[in-house]
Nanobody, 120 residues
């Protein structure tokens, strides 16, 4: 079983910064990719950023230049550094990972979600 535990969310003023962390644990043999999605009120969950095991990154256009994704492979932890935050960044942020376990060659796992609120 694999778990993703997110931390670092909260209330931040517009223009401020926040760093989210997501630690993966369990029967993990390899992590192919980790990323962050977000969901504002409504049905759509959108990709914020992702990083592959080789270090390739991908960002949503709406966050390019303001957000940096990074990973600590030794800790199986992915980080999302967000700067110059805007009210439209308010959402529940979900950590996502594609992993290989002792049972599955490829398994997609989601965190429970963490709230980020940008407001003055």
């Amino acid at each position: 079983q694999v778990q993703l535990v997110e931390s670092g969310g909260g209330l931040v003023q517009p223009g401020g910064s926040l760093r989210l962390s997501c630690a993966a644990s369990g029967n993990i043999l390899n992590i192919y990719q980790m990323g962050w999605f977000r969901q504002a009120p409504g049905p759509q969950r959108e990709l914020v950023a992702s990083i592959s095991s080789g270090g390739s990154t991908n960002y949503a256009d709406s966050v390019k230049g303001r957000v940096t994704i990074s990973v600590d492979n030794a800790k199986n932890t992915v980080y999302l550094q967000m700067n110059s935050l805007k009210s439209e960044d308010t959402a529940v942020y979900y950590c996502n990972a594609a992993v290989r376990t002792t049972t599955y060659w490829s398994l997609e796992v989601w965190g429970q979600g963490i709230l980020v609120t940008i407001s003055s």
